[in-house]
């Protein structure tokens, strides 16, 4: 059952058009197929022990539809005959495929000489990998018969040797101080994913690492290139102190909201489920989902100016929000409720009970958007 309020500004001049209604209600029926997944997704978050492989681009095109992931990990653990939540996708790419059967044919299989565009995927249960092909809207899925051992695809000895030496000379701390929990590979442009602020990079891909490294009282993130000849510290984003836990948002749920959508901000209640978001978007408009009790309401809450909407996207580049791409900063307490940030340069996570630990940079950026928001509520 869905429910649309709208919210009007009772000031003068502010006129509401049946034109304006009807795109109004088009927009938020394409909105409301994402949030109907978003439950789906959020998915316990992988122990920081564990090391997983994911290889992904900085470019909504290239990210894995999060349709897709939940449909290739549902099929999987049907056959497995295990729990969905056990199994992670942990590396995932665009290929084209040169027939019908995916190039996974059956013996004696008739294959269709076609050109398919599609996903190879890459999921895990933690000691074992498998391969999915899958055409480009998911309608088909091939498994590859075999898995491999995932200690394939750990990091590199000598990359993490190197990483963590460059992280005891700019700590002051001995290698033996420092702990490297958890890292997974990333795409990298020519920043190796920390663009100034100006955004300017060299545009190439470059195969590299994140890493995140701990000592007995702070946090650190570093990114690598794929040798650990090139090792850059993470300022934006570190370092963390205090009870507060860093850690990789699981693959599946690192998707772009749409392309025509400027910011959008998730928070999901650890105890009830009760999710609701908030969007803005490129014309202005600003929409809220809430779902609670099996109810969506959907609420356009504000029109901003094309001014506000390039200024707000200014302050992103200029608060680094894409440093913070795929980072989780978590909290002990169970079951809190965690908030969700997407915008153009990535995603990230944080508790609500950690807000105030969180680095300067990303406070700014979550202190923008509510100025923004509350500057603009009608009265």
Same mark, same amino acid.
């Given at each position: 059952?869905?429910? #649309? *309020?709208?919210?009007? %500004?009772?000031?003068?001049?502010?006129?509401?058009?049946?034109?304006?209604?009807? &795109?109004?209600?088009?927009?938020?029926? *394409?909105?409301?197929?994402?949030?109907?997944?978003?439950?789906?997704? =959020?998915?316990?978050?992988?122990? =920081?022990?564990?090391?997983? @492989?994911?290889? $992904?681009?900085?470019?909504? /095109?290239?990210?894995?539809?999060?349709?897709?992931?939940?449909?290739?990990? @549902?099929?999987?653990?049907?056959?497995?005959?295990?729990?969905?939540? @056990?199994?992670?996708?942990?590396?995932?790419?665009?290929?084209?495929?040169?027939?019908? /059967?995916?190039?996974?044919?059956?013996?004696?299989?008739? /294959? &269709?000489?076609?050109?398919?565009?599609?996903?190879?995927?890459?999921l895990t249960d933690g000691t074992q990998r498998w391969v999915y092909h899958a055409d480009e809207t998911g309608q088909t899925l091939r498994l590859q018969s075999h898995s491999t051992t995932t200690d394939e695809t750990m990091l590199p000895d000598t990359v993490a040797d190197r990483i963590l030496k460059v992280a005891a000379q700019e700590s002051g701390l001995s290698v033996a101080e420092l %702990?490297?929990?958890?890292?997974?590979?990333?795409?990298?442009? !020519?920043? =190796?994913?920390?663009?100034?602020?100006?955004?300017? /990079?060299?545009?190439?891909?470059?195969?590299?690492? $994140?890493? #995140?490294?701990?000592?007995?009282?702070?946090?650190?993130?570093?990114?690598?290139?794929?040798?650990?000849?090139?090792?850059? +510290?993470?300022?934006?984003?570190?370092?963390?102190?205090?009870? #507060?836990?860093?850690?990789?948002?699981?693959?599946?749920?690192?998707?772009?909201?749409?392309?025509?959508?400027? +910011?959008?901000?998730?928070? %999901?209640?650890?105890?009830?489920?009760?999710?609701? %978001?908030?969007?803005?978007?490129?014309?202005?408009?600003?929409?809220? +989902?809430?779902?609670?009790?099996?109810?969506?309401? *959907?609420?356009?809450?504000?029109?901003?100016?094309?001014?506000?909407?390039? *200024?707000?996207?200014?302050?992103?580049?200029?608060?680094?929000?894409?440093?913070?791409? !795929? =980072?989780?900063?978590?909290?002990?307490?169970?079951?809190?409720?965690?908030?969700?940030?997407?915008?153009?340069?990535?995603?990230?996570?944080?508790?609500?009970?950690a807000i105030d630990q969180l680095p300067s940079a990303l406070q700014r950026v979550i202190q923008a958007w509510e100025q923004l928001i509350a500057a603009n509520l009608p009265e």
């Open positions: 059952m869905v429910r #649309i *309020v709208r919210l009007f %500004k009772l000031t003068a001049g502010y006129q509401t058009t049946k034109m304006a209604a009807l &795109t109004v209600m088009l927009m938020l029926g *394409v909105l409301h197929t994402e949030l109907s997944l978003a439950t789906e997704r =959020l998915q316990p978050m992988p122990s =920081l022990a564990s090391t997983s @492989r994911i290889r $992904q681009s900085h470019t909504s /095109c290239d990210r894995l539809p999060h349709h897709l992931a939940n449909r290739v990990r @549902r099929d999987l653990a049907r056959q497995l005959q295990i729990p969905r939540r @056990r199994l992670s996708i942990v590396d995932y790419r665009r290929q084209v495929w040169s027939d019908g /059967c995916l190039e996974l044919a059956t013996p004696g299989e008739f /294959c &269709t000489q076609a050109i398919v565009p599609g996903w190879r995927i890459e %702990k490297l929990v958890e890292a997974q590979p990333r795409l990298w442009d !020519g920043c =190796l994913g920390m663009a100034p602020p100006n955004g300017v /990079c060299t545009q190439i891909a470059i195969d590299g690492w $994140q890493a #995140i490294v701990t000592s007995p009282t702070e946090s650190w993130v570093y990114h690598s290139d794929g040798t650990g000849s090139d090792v850059r +510290f993470n300022a934006t984003a570190s370092p963390i102190t205090g009870a #507060i836990g860093l850690s990789f948002i699981p693959a599946e749920e690192l998707f772009y909201p749409g392309n025509n959508v400027v +910011f959008q901000m998730t928070t %999901k209640d650890g105890l009830s489920g009760t999710a609701s %978001k908030m969007l803005l978007l490129e014309n202005g408009q600003v929409v809220q +989902f809430v779902e609670e009790q099996g109810v969506e309401t *959907v609420t356009e809450l504000a029109r901003l100016s094309p001014r506000q909407v390039q *200024v707000f996207d200014q302050q992103l580049q200029q608060y680094s929000f894409s440093h913070f791409n !795929g =980072l989780y900063y978590g909290s002990p307490i169970a079951d809190t409720r965690t908030i969700t940030v997407m915008g153009r340069g990535g995603t990230v996570r944080y508790a609500d009970t």
